[in-house]
């Protein structure tokens, strides 16, 4: 009894392990750009409080990293979504409001160190990318590229304290991490290594 009680319990166990977990990277042809891409399996969402519109409103950034082989040649970038939940009528009248459009310097705190993003000045379906990916719940937040090296992933995955800066002009937002997947940047970044 006692080996079949054993045989049944690493079955179940090793059926387990077989199942892929939500931060898994995620690789798929663009049938439209006909690039192969990778994607993380889970983005870094971050989320700034507005209280002076109502209880509970946030301003979110999303980030996802993405690789990008066209024939060979591998790209690696951010794909960015700012949205919010507000009503954008309310926008109109917020000097801090436009988080629907990329601001003009955007700034990754890891840590001690604070990483500058290089906006690309070519839509997503340049960059290899058709489908909107990890966009955000809700919203139609259109997707912004981002030049990214694998060394300066890697050290947002492994960074302690995350936080993000959004500067337009003179308006400068603090962003927090909201829904923290550093565990799926960083399993993305292993998989590129196969």
């Known amino acids: 009894m006692k080996n079949v009680l054993l045989t049944c319990t690493l079955t179940v166990l090793s ?12 690789s798929y042809l663009d049938q439209s750009t006909a690039a192969t891409v990778t994607i993380v399996g889970g ?11 109502a209880v509970h409103m946030r301003d979110y950034i999303t980030l996802a990293a993405a690789a990008v082989n066209r024939g060979g040649k591998i790209d690696h970038i951010i794909i960015a979504y700012f949205w919010t ?34 906006r690309q000045e070519r839509s997503a379906h340049e960059a290899g990318i058709e489908e909107h990916v990890h966009a955000p719940p809700v919203g139609d937040a259109e997707p912004t590229i981002y030049r990214a090296d694998l060394a300066t992933l890697r050290f947002i995955a492994a960074a302690r304290h995350l936080a993000m800066q959004a500067r337009t002009g003179n ?24």
């Open 85 to 118: 939940t507000f009503d954008p009528h309310g926008q109109e009248r917020d000097p801090a409001a436009g988080v629907n459009r990329a601001p003009e310097d955007l700034v990754v705190i890891a840590d001690d160190r604070q990483i500058h993003l290089v």
């Open 15 to 26: 059926a387990c392990t077989a199942i892929p977990s939500a931060d898994a990277p995620q």
């Open 43 to 53: 983005p870094l969402v971050f989320a700034r409080e507005r209280p002076n519109f």
């Open 171 to 194: 308006v400068e937002l603090e962003y927090a991490i909201w829904d923290d997947r550093r565990a799926a940047l960083a399993q993305w970044i292993e998989e590129l290594k196969h």
